[in-house]
């Protein structure tokens, strides 16, 4: 009688536990355990620590830990509902230290126990726990546990170990969905946007894997999407939406929201407003923040604040929250709206949305950008909180466009004094005393940049051409048909200097002579895209080129020179917005 007793209460428990809405109905349970004697049931008294752990009808995971402190031999269980707690709380750290202490008890960890650590290991990215998880999973023999594996998989993934979760991946014996995305993802979020490509289309083609076919899901396909974005791969991003399609996964709005966010990356914010506007599902307030920063990032700031005011007049039924003011700001400060910025950042205040350092950051560069420069200086030190570097980096950026070597000075004090060592903060001050020919300062610059061993981030810049993606650097020759690419540079320096093209040396900064410098100039990496677009493509298509840095002003002349004399369309995604050129004049009108 009492074994079959024992087997049915914690099953009586559970349908208890689902009944707990308040924390009163939590402790009426748990004191209803303690009276009738089984509390002591560990079976029954795991299912009620985990769920005060884990759920937030019970509280909090203080009173999970409270409660676990009375129990005097605590079971495995017990221990993985107080690890698992601490791993979805926000401190996953915690988890750490509980698991030390489970070590010195008498229990043995589980596989679940290792599995909720090394989630605990992938939220506080904790890299040398997740090591040394892997060598006691290695040596308890239960590393042949697909739950395990992909949660080890991921908590590498997450902690930047790219390299040892390709391994593990390809090592697993069996791979389930979830592993797929650990890693897709992982490759997507890792900087390495080439590789998770390639393995959803191996995914969704499956090549060179003769296991149990996957078929990708909308967790899977919004990691392709991110590396479409990152890549500015339209065909890729084609072939990921027409998957999406035909797998009906665009009646998800998380699904929706990634398409809209990728193709406006891209460049194609028509086709992302298209899919806006024929949306199967309901639109969130993300849905309308990434078609406002889309149509921002283009350059369109009319639509953008058009969406906006749609929105904030409760026409659709969301509110508009921190993130669309960010975006809307960033739609003015693209299309040179200042005064519409200025007022919508004093809207803020109006409408009880608070402020961030983004919020700050946004309107210190549209008035930087505007030449307002005194203005964006009050705004830093008026903020309730202290500006980051980023803050000051931007107005550094704003006194180099205008030349105001006295601002400049006084944003590279405060960089100095928080003691930043990025190697912007350094070349853009050195560019400004450049441009102003003080060539001992350049030295001085420079020699603090060798002394701290600051190296400057080499530009790049990269398009897609029938699926694949090649990558140009400033004077690169590595190209198979580089001599190809350089003879058109030719050919095109020769047509726009007979419409009155005259290279901006001063664009150059460095003390060598004009003719090196037009040299340097026409070796942009922007400029090898182009020349390889326009040998690659037929007469007629647009080109697509993606930068890493901020397109210089001679590059931006001679993409408007091309666009019209070769009848083009350019599209150019640099490190803050899109520049489209069409007919000899670019989307931005020059303000960037």
């Known amino acids: 009688m009492n074994t079959g007793y024992k087997f049915k209460w914690p099953m009586y428990v559970e349908s208890l536990l689902q009944n707990c809405t308040s924390f009163s109905n939590v402790q009426q349970l748990q004191a209803h355990l303690l009276v009738t004697g089984h509390f002591h049931l560990y079976q029954s008294r795991s299912k ?38 601490h791993a979805q709380s926000h401190h996953p750290i915690n988890a750490v230290t509980c698991y030390l202490s489970m070590s010195r008890s008498p229990c043995r960890p589980d596989a679940l126990t290792c599995s909720f650590f090394l ?44 390299d040892y979760a390709c391994k593990l991946f390809e090592e697993m014996s069996k791979r389930d969905i979830a592993s797929w995305n650990a890693l897709i993802s992982g490759l997507a979020q890792g900087n390495r946007p080439y590789q998770a490509l390639e393995l959803f289309n191996r995914m969704s083609e499956r090549k060179g894997d ?34 999406i399609r035909k797998r009906r996964l665009d009646e998800n709005v998380i699904v929706c929201n990634a398409v809209i966010d990728m193709y406006a990356k891209c460049g194609m914010v028509e086709k992302a407003y298209t899919l806006f506007q024929g949306m199967k599902c309901s639109r969130s307030i993300i849905t309308w923040n990434s078609m406002i920063m889309g149509f921002a990032m283009d350059g369109n700031g009319k639509k953008a604040i058009e969406l906006y005011n ?50 700050y950051g946004s309107v210190v560069d549209l008035l930087g950008r505007a030449g307002r420069l005194d ?43 928080m003691g930043s060592s990025a190697c912007g903060d350094f070349v853009l001050l050195s560019n400004i005393y450049a441009a102003n020919e003080r060539w001992d300062d350049v030295g ?38 580089w001599r190809q690419i350089y003879g058109k540079l030719e050919e095109i320096s020769f047509k726009i200097r007979q419409f009155g093209y005259e290279p901006e040396t001063n664009y150059v900064l460095h003390d060598i002579g004009h003719e090196e410098k ?62 489209r050129f069409k007919k000899g004049s670019c989307s931005c009108r020059d303000f960037w």
């Open 518 to 579: 037009e040299n340097a100039l026409s070796h942009h990496s922007e400029k090898l895209a182009l020349a390889f677009g326009l040998i690659s493509t037929e007469d007629g298509s647009p080109i697509n080129i993606n930068k890493n840095l901020r397109i210089c002003g001679d590059c931006h002349v001679v993409m408007k020179l091309v666009s019209k004399l070769y009848g083009r369309e350019i599209v150019v995604r640099d490190r803050t917005r899109f520049h």
């Open 210 to 243: 003769d296991r149990v076919p996957m078929m990708p899901n909308e967790v899977t396909v919004l990691g392709a999407l991110s590396a479409c974005s990152q890549l500015g791969a339209i065909k890729e991003g084609d072939k990921v939406f027409d998957y």
């Open 119 to 162: 989630k605990a290991c992938a939220r506080a990215l904790a890299r040398k726990e997740s090591f040394q998880m892997h060598a006691h999973v290695l040596k308890s023999g239960v590393s042949a546990d697909v739950l395990l594996q992909t949660t080890l998989l991921d908590a590498y993934a997450k902690c930047g170990e790219l």
């Open 310 to 359: 749609h929105i904030a007049g409760g026409k659709e039924g969301v509110v508009p929250d921190s993130i669309t003011y960010l975006a809307a700001l960033c739609a003015c400060n693209h299309a040179g709206m200042v005064d519409e910025g200025v007022k919508l950042f004093e809207l803020m205040d109006r409408y009880g949305v608070g402020k961030n350092m983004k919020h």
């Open 444 to 481: 001085r610059v420079r020699g603090a940049m060798k002394t701290r061993e600051v190296k400057k981030v080499p530009g790049f810049s990269y398009s897609e051409m029938n699926g694949v993606i090649y990558q140009f650097f400033n004077g690169d020759k590595s190209h198979p048909n």
């Open 48 to 85: 009620f620590l985990d769920f005060c752990a884990t759920s937030s009808a019970a509280g909090s995971l203080p009173y999970a830990i409270a409660v676990f402190r009375f129990v005097p031999f605590p079971s495995t269980n017990d221990w993985n509902a107080l690890i698992r707690g």
């Open 375 to 417: 203005e964006a200086y009050k705004i830093i030190e008026s903020m309730p909180m202290f500006p980051d570097a980023v803050l000051w980096q931007t107005l550094l950026s704003a006194s180099k466009t205008y030349g105001n070597v006295e601002m400049a000075e006084k944003a590279s004090r405060k960089l100095v004094e």
